[in-house]
Structure formats: C-alpha cells, structure tokens
C-alpha cells in the first residue's frame, strides 16, 4: 500500500529523519518505537503532509508518488493521522467537521449523508464513552477525551492507512482498552496501520504484525512483534 524511498524530513533547517526505506503492506498493524526525539512523529507527519517537515525522496500509496500534494489531497485518498496533541478548535463542533470531511460530491445526498455521519459520530462516541458530537472539538477535553475523540474521527471517515502518533499517551488503563478495541475493529484485513508508541502497553492489546525502531532519524531495525518484549526487557540498547 505504502512504499517510502530514501526519505528525508527537515524542521527549519534541521534534518530530523536521514534517508528510511521501508513498505507497509495492505491490512497489516506497524509499531514504530524507539527514543525521544528519534524521529517518530516527525516522520508521520512528513508521511501525512504537514507542510512544516519538507521531504526529500519518494512517499508512493498505491503506485502514487504524494510527495507534491498537500495534506488535505492525501486525506482525500485515504490517509489519515491522529495527532500526538490534538489541536482545540473553538466554534467547530466534532459532528460538524464529520460532516464536512464526509461531505460527498453529490448535493442531493449531503441531507441524508448528515444524518449518517450524525449517527456514526454518536455511534463511536458511545463505544468510547465519549459524548462529545455537539462540543466544540477537544476544547475542555482531558488528554484522554482528546485521544479518544481523534479515535471517533478515524471510525467515521474509515481510512485505508491510519498514522496513529502516541494514541495511547494520556489514556488510563479502561480507556486504552476501549481504543484498542476501535483499532481492532476496524483491521478487516483491507485497512493498515502505524503506531507510534514509547510504550508496549497498546501492543498487548493490538498486536502488530511488524515492529520498527527509530533512532537518530534511521530506522535501525524491523522485525517481528517478538521485538516488543525484547525492547520492554533489554531497552533500546539491544537494537
């Protein structure tokens, strides 16, 4: 689904991801791990478009080259990236950015699609424990409520590649569940997913197919879930 070529990704001026190379596979769970200020977020939000990380090299979905187009035209092709600090936004309610993310081309059903996407965000939230539909988004959430909100979003829109960056930072031991549980629905073979996280406390509950590590900006290993218990016992030293 994803191939990323001899990639390159800079913050003013400061190369912060030097030249990785790897392929995500359809339907298949990735964890990205490794030490602070490795390169992990950076690389998801190169990946997904944020245009303050310039990229140098080759990002392809599905034989594509997205280098040259923008967040929003990624999003539209089935990306999606939750964010490792949600962003508040007074004055846009959660259901109302469903809408308009979900809004299809044809007018005649943008009343009908409302209703849908009404039911999906009440639909998620619930599961979640989260009402949060009609509240302006992540404004006087908790860290949690944020994550779990972010969660809400992928469930509606049903992305093809899911950039998960710390999802489980902030989350108490019912709430991990509940958002591991969101993942796991949504795996159906056809979606793939890469989670960045410090912690194997979300890998016991979505188990990856694949771990990668980061450090200094390289991906300096890919292997096997087995690695998660290795890093928990050894620390990053072992890699």
Known sequence: MLRVEDLHVSVAGREIVGGVSFSLEKGKIYAIMGPNGSGKSSLCNALMGNPDYVSKGKIILDGRDIIPISADERARLGMFMSFQNPEEIEGV????????????????????????????VEDAGGRL????????????????????????????????????????????????????KAINRMKG?????????????????VKPDFVMVMKGGKIVKMDGPALVKRIEKEGYKAV
Do not use: C
């Open 189 to 205: 073979g056809e979606r793939t997913f890469l989670i960045v996280t410090h912690y194997s406390r979300m890998l016991k509950y």
């Open 93 to 120: 309610e959660l259901e109302g950015l469903m809408r308009k993310a979900a809004k299809p081309a044809d007018k005649k059903e943008e009343i009908r699609n409302w209703a849908l996407v009404k039911g999906k």
């Open 129 to 180: 424990g989260l009402d949060a539909g009609k509240r302006d988004l992540n404004v006087g959430f908790s860290g949690g409520e944020k994550k779990k909100a972010e969660i809400v979003q992928m469930e509606v829109l049903q992305p093809k590649l899911v950039l998960l960056d710390e999802i489980d930072s902030g989350l108490d031991v019912d709430a991990l569940k509940a958002v591991a």
